[in-house]
């Protein structure tokens, strides 16, 4: 199993046992409200801890990781905004459900009999929890799979089988006393060691979030027009991440986004431009929504015209993004101090 995951272009694999999974990570974020808008972390909880209720009979569960480091972009100048670094290329999705295919070929070559399941980040599978207890790496105070040598710079993915396989153990946590992750977050989303709070999350805001996105997190959104990764650049473990990254997932399609472009995109603009990358999990409404935002922060002042046209937009969350864009970017009156 795990040579043919290697030879299937997986970076890291391990191997652990079937069973439920310690709930108290899961519930302590359901008890504080982090889960945001994202319903289904509470809906499919029963799902999420026990890996019997997808794959009646499971026995093992196959971690996989494949890394999309590769060389750091620039930060974005002005006029542009930043893309989370795992969606500069094309949409992992597509690319690690390829490698999966390609790998429970494999193993029905080998076992025809076998039952699998295979995931990637659209199951109710906890696949950071699965990478930790198959040993691949731990989960980090930012809430981040981390491994030694290719920091948090992967995508995850999970098979599991109906097969015993022999585990591998647990992989400590090496976090240690360090928590430069947790100030480094620009809305304090990670109130405590391993919580995030969606509703503070950059990366939920500009991604998952549908309609308008709070004043007090658009204030800080910096230059991020989708996702955030903050709290990995500050995490010393990927200062020393090696470059190893999927071609696919190179940062060569998207290394970041002209804001203009983006607030006076037409949907089919939007189809011909972001369909098969990350991007297009913000949806149209969500892209220049969240340009509208970024330039309003900046002082983007070039861009107001466009912004103003927005004002009457019926996509959700546009038109309350023009509105508190806009005073934002009005040009000081004389004699204004």
Known sequence: MKEAALACGFHKVGIARAGPLDPGPLDRMLARGAE?????LRTQRTERLDPARLLPGAKSVVALALAYAGAAAGAAQGGRGEVARYARGRDYHTVVKRKLKALVERLRSRDPEARTLATTD???VMEKAWAERAGIGWVGKNGCLITT????WVVLATVLVDRELEPDPPHPERCGDCSACMPACPTGAIPEPGLVDARRCL???????RGAVPGSVAARMGRWAFGCDDCQTACPWNHSAGGATDPELA???HPSVDL?????????????????TALARAGYAGLVRN????????GERALAPAIRARLGSDLAG????????????ALPREGDG
Do not use: K, Q
């Open 36 to 40: 945001a808008d994202m319903v289904w």
């Open 122 to 124: 659209v199951a109710p």
């Open 149 to 152: 040598d290719l920091g948090s």
């Open 203 to 209: 990366s939920f805001h500009t991604i998952e979030r």
């Open 251 to 253: 940062a060569t399609r």
């Open 260 to 276: 203009g472009a983006l607030v006076a995109m037409e949907v089919d603009e939007y189809r011909r431009e972001f369909y098969g």
């Open 291 to 298: 340009a509208i935002l970024v330039a309003g922060a900046n």
């Open 318 to 329: 546009v038109a309350e993004a023009a509105r508190w864009a806009l005073p934002r970017l």
